[in-house]
C-alpha cells in the first residue's frame, strides 16, 4: 500500500490556487493534458469506463468527460478540499450522471468493475520510491481490463544530477518569464526539495513494467515533467 506524502488539504491556498499555478508553473500543461486525450481517443471504444487517479481540482474529469458524452469516469482523490473544486467543475458543466468521485486512495476501491483506461496525471511523484510507487502503479493495474489504457505524467530526473541542475536553472527562468514571484518560486523549490521524490525515466519505465504495464512511449516533456502511454499486457 502506497504511504501519502503530501497533503493537500494541510494548505487551503493549495486547491484554491491550484488551477492558476499550474497554468503557470507546469510547461504545457493543457497541452499535456489534451495529448492524453488524444490517445485515449484512439485507444477507447465509444462507450468506456475510466479511471482518473489524483483527479484533483477536476481538469481530467472535465476534459475528458466532455469529449465523449459516452465515457463514465471515477475520479480518486485523498484531498477534500481538491474534490470540492472538481465536484463544482462536474456540476456546472452538467456531467454529473457520467463523472462520479470517490475520496481516497485507489487501493481503496473495491477491484471490480474493471476499467477500460487509467490516467494518473502529476502524483506519483509525490510518493518515494520505497515500494510506494510501485505500489500506487499495481493498484491502478488490478482495476484495470487487460490491454487497457494507461497514461502517466510525473516529475523525472535524479536530484542533484548535472542534468537535473540544469533544468532546475532553465525552469527558474522560465518560472519567472512566466510571473511568478521569487516568494512563489522559493515556495514551490522548496516543496520539490523535502516532499517530491522524482525519479530517472529509466526506472519509471522499470517500475511500470513491474506493474505490468507495456508498449511504453514517452509522448510529453515539459522540462522536468515527462508523460508516458502504456496499455496492460
Ligand atoms: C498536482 S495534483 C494533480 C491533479 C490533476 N491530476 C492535474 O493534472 O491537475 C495531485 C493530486 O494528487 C492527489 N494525491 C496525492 N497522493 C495521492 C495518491 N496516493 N493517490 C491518489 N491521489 C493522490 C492530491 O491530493 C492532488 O489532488
Known amino acids: 500500500m ?4 503530501i497533503d493537500f488539504d494541510a494548505d487551503p491556498v493549495a486547491s484554491t490556487e491550484y488551477d492558476a499555478r499550474a497554468r503557470k508553473a507546469l510547461p504545457g500543461y493543457e497541452e499535456m493534458h489534451t495529448m492524453a486525450l488524444s490517445f485515449l481517443k484512439l485507444h477507447l471504444p465509444e462507450t468506456a469506463n ?3 487517479v489524483g483527479a484533483g481540482t477536476g481538469m481530467e474529469l472535465v476534459k475528458l468527460g466532455k469529449s465523449n458524452s459516452q465515457w463514465q469516469l471515477l475520479g480518486v482523490d485523498p484531498s477534500n478540499n481538491m474534490l470540492a473544486i472538481a465536484q ?3 456540476t456546472q458543466n452538467d456531467l454529473s ?4 468521485l470517490f475520496q481516497g486512495y485507489t487501493h481503496d476501491l473495491p477491484k471490480t468493475p474493471l476499467y477500460d483506461a487509467a490516467t494518473c496525471i502529476l ?3 509525490f510518493l518515494p520510491d520505497d515500494g510506494s510507487k510501485l505500489a500506487l502503479l499495481q493498484s491502478i ?3 484495470l481490463k487487460s490491454s487497457a ?10 536530484k542533484g544530477s548535472g542534468e537535473f541542475e540544469k533544468t532546475a536553472a532553465i525552469i527558474k527562468i522560465f518560472w519567472e518569464d512566466m ?9 514551490i523549490l522548496e516543496r520539490i526539495n523535502t516532499m517530491v521524490y522524482p525519479i530517472a525515466e529509466s526506472r519509471t519505465i522499470e517500475l511500470l513494467q513491474q506493474a505490468g504495464f507495456g508498449n511504453i512511449t514517452r509522448f510529453y516533456t515539459g522540462l522536468w515533467i515527462g508523460g508516458w502511454l502504456a496499455t496492460i499486457i
Request: proline share 0%; no cysteine.
Open 50 to 52: 475510466l479511471l482518473i
Open 141 to 143: 493495474a488490478q482495476r
Open 149 to 158: 489504457a494507461f497514461v502517466l505524467v510525473d516529475m523525472f530526473g535524479e
Open 88 to 90: 463544482q467543475k462536474i
Open 179 to 187: 510571473g511568478m514571484s521569487s516568494e512563489q518560486i522559493n515556495e
Open 2 to 5: 502506497e504511504k501519502q506524502t
Open 123 to 125: 502524483v506519483m511523484h
Open 97 to 100: 450522471n457520467r463523472v462520479k
